[in-house]
């Protein structure tokens, strides 16, 4: 979902339309790639996405998946065909109500000739009927399908939308969401946003899911398991749902005891950053085996692991931070990952901070001394990381280490003006790592590229001249890490060991 601004009196002008041909060009197929440099594949070019509405059925015996996806969408070329992201076997595509063919090509694309070309900035309905085993599918040699004992989970990134539904999967493309989907009673279905409504029948419940703000694909989640769920709401008001998978043992005291502050620490965000973007808030922790969390939007995935000793607070702070930096205002390509990973791991300094674990300036020495010139930590450059380095974690340290340097740049007042000012700014679209060096230069008065350069794009360890004048007094010798740089460590893995 692009933002656009609707030009009223589209019928007033059809008269004029009957006299001249209604396009020059002749429709041409969308690309299969909607152009992002790291992952050239991904998402697709010549429409956009509006809405989705994927009406579900999911047997976690078998990991069986059927589904019906309706996609609202939009023409933004004259289309002779057009290309979705998807994995799982579909049996039938409508376009406009009419059977269309389709073919699959490449990892994952699911490639649509309707009957009739659509002309550009026509509205068209998509509907996919499509079926499979979520687990038994792999692109470029992986799966992010998350089988659990009691059912499966969809949370990844960038790829999660392939597993279960069909897509424009890109951030590029946001879009709103109605999750609807049944399984076995006694089974929860857990999604984005706000639980609307469930319904029982013949043995199966339905749970009906509805994200009504833009949302793109990779921040879509589902998981389906035997769950507790507690409910909440928050100082501001905004309702709580937490989902804890039945089966964490030994980790379900830590999980409770960090997810249970999603509301505070909710509140706590929005004096940096803004009012909250959404209408619901929560978060999940589904039996999985894996070690990361995500943003998954309003409803972040933990994983049992990420409590493993003892609460973590730090990593709630991390995912809530991103329904801001991320989610609210997104990467317009996955080289920008730092206007995610850097403001998300500097929230946890803040935090710490908060907590009198430590100050953010403490952080960010220890994150320069810590790491000899020699380091490979070093080599890697947040602010263009290359794909196989998109969640190293120099994007989160060196990244939060360039923001305290911008801090003491610009003094306090301009910088946490920015903190604030970028999400309204940007809000429910995307921006890139230069947007934000110039909404810095605009609101501080003051040049920054080379400041953005040293500290983010440099190859190398930026030099003691460089750290003292950012106000970052190198250390001779690393010294003790503050009270808080475990726990925040220990969210490192955050991204990591995914597929
Ligand atoms: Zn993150």
Same mark, same amino acid.
């Given at each position: 979902?692009?933002?656009?601004?609707?030009?009223?009196?589209?019928?007033?002008?059809?008269?004029?339309?009957?006299?001249?041909?209604?396009?020059?060009?002749?429709?041409?197929?969308?690309?299969? /790639?909607?152009?992002?440099?790291?992952?050239?594949?991904?998402?697709?070019? /010549?429409?956009?996405?509006?809405?989705?509405?994927?009406?579900?059925?999911?047997?976690?015996?078998?990991? =069986?998946?059927?589904?019906?996806?309706?996609?609202?969408?939009?023409?933004?070329?004259?289309?002779?065909?057009?290309?979705?992201?998807?994995?799982?076997?579909?049996?039938?595509?409508?376009?406009?109500?009419?059977?269309?063919?389709?073919? @699959?090509?490449? =990892?994952?694309?699911?490639?649509?000739?309707?009957?009739?070309?659509?002309?550009?900035?026509? =509205?068209?309905?998509?509907?996919?009927?499509?079926? /499979?085993?979520?687990?038994?599918?792999?692109?470029? /040699?992986?799966?992010?399908?998350?089988?659990?004992?009691?059912?499966?989970?969809?949370?990844?990134?960038?790829?999660?939308?392939?597993?279960?539904?069909?897509?424009?999967?890109?951030?590029?493309?946001?879009?709103?969401?109605?999750?609807?989907?049944?399984?076995?009673?006694?089974?929860?279905?857990?999604?984005?946003?706000?639980?609307?409504? @469930?319904?029982?029948?013949?043995?199966?419940?339905?749970?009906?899911?509805?994200?009504?703000?833009?949302?793109?694909?990779?921040?879509?989640?589902?998981?389906v398991g035997r769950f507790d769920i507690t409910t909440g709401t928050t100082e501001s008001g905004i309702p709580i749902l937490n989902a804890y998978s039945k089966d964490l043992g030994e980790y379900a005291g830590a999980a409770r005891a960090s997810l249970e502050r999603t509301g505070e620490v909710a509140d706590w965000l929005t004096g940096y950053f803004g009012p909250y973007p959404y209408n619901a808030l929560g978060g999940y922790v589904p039996g999985t085996d894996t070690g990361y969390a995500l943003e998954t939007q309003t409803r972040p995935f933990y994983s049992p692991r990420q409590f493993a000793n003892g609460s973590n607070v730090s990593v709630v702070v991390h995912e809530l931070a991103h329904q801001w930096y991320g989610n609210l205002v997104s990467v317009a390509a996955w080289k920008d990952i730092w206007i995610n990973e850097g403001f998300a791991r500097y929230a946890q300094w803040l935090w710490s901070e908060h907590e009198g674990e430590g100050t953010a300036q403490e952080l960010a020495h220890h994150v320069y001394a810590s790491h000899p010139a020699d380091d490979p930590f070093w080599k890697v450059k947040p602010g263009d990381p290359g794909p196989e380095n998109q969640f190293h974690g120099a994007v989160y340290d060196r990244g939060a280490l360039a923001l305290q340097a911008l801090r003491n740049e610009v003094g306090d007042e301009v910088f946490f003006a920015l903190l604030k000012g970028w999400p309204a700014k940007y809000a429910h679209g995307n921006a890139t790592v230069a947007d934000f060096r110039r909404y810095a230069e605009e609101l501080s008065g003051k040049p920054l590229a080379a400041l953005f350069d040293t500290w983010l794009y440099e190859p190398s360890k930026p030099s003691e001249s460089a750290a003292r004048s950012a106000s970052l007094t190198p250390k001779r010798q690393p010294s003790a890490p503050p009270k808080s740089w475990k726990k925040i460590a220990a969210t490192n893995n955050i991204h990591t060991g995914r597929h």
């Open positions: 979902m692009h933002r656009r601004i609707l030009v009223p009196g589209v019928l007033a002008s059809a008269t004029l339309l009957l006299a001249i041909p209604a396009s020059a060009a002749s429709p041409s197929p969308g690309a299969p /790639g909607i152009g992002d440099p790291y992952y050239p594949a991904y998402g697709n070019g /010549g429409y956009d996405v509006t809405h989705y509405d994927l009406r579900l059925k999911y047997q976690p015996a078998t990991d =069986e998946l059927a589904g019906t996806a309706t996609l609202l969408v939009r023409a933004e070329q004259d289309l002779s065909r057009f290309n979705l992201d998807f994995l799982l076997d579909v049996s039938e595509v409508r376009v406009n109500g009419v059977k269309a063919s389709f073919s @699959t090509s490449g =990892e994952h694309e699911l490639r649509i000739t309707p009957k009739q070309a659509l002309p550009k900035g026509a =509205e068209f309905t998509v509907v996919v009927r499509y079926r /499979g085993v979520p687990s038994q599918q792999k692109a470029y /040699g992986f799966t992010s399908w998350h089988r659990t004992p009691d059912g499966g989970v969809a949370a990844n990134e960038p790829e999660a939308a392939w597993w279960w539904f069909p897509s424009n999967d890109h951030p590029l493309d946001k879009a709103t969401y109605d999750v609807s989907v049944q399984v076995p009673d006694g089974t929860q279905a857990i999604s984005n946003g706000t639980l609307q409504s @469930t319904s029982s029948q013949a043995g199966w419940t339905r749970y009906n899911w509805r994200s009504d703000k833009p949302q793109a694909t990779y921040l879509a989640t589902l998981a």
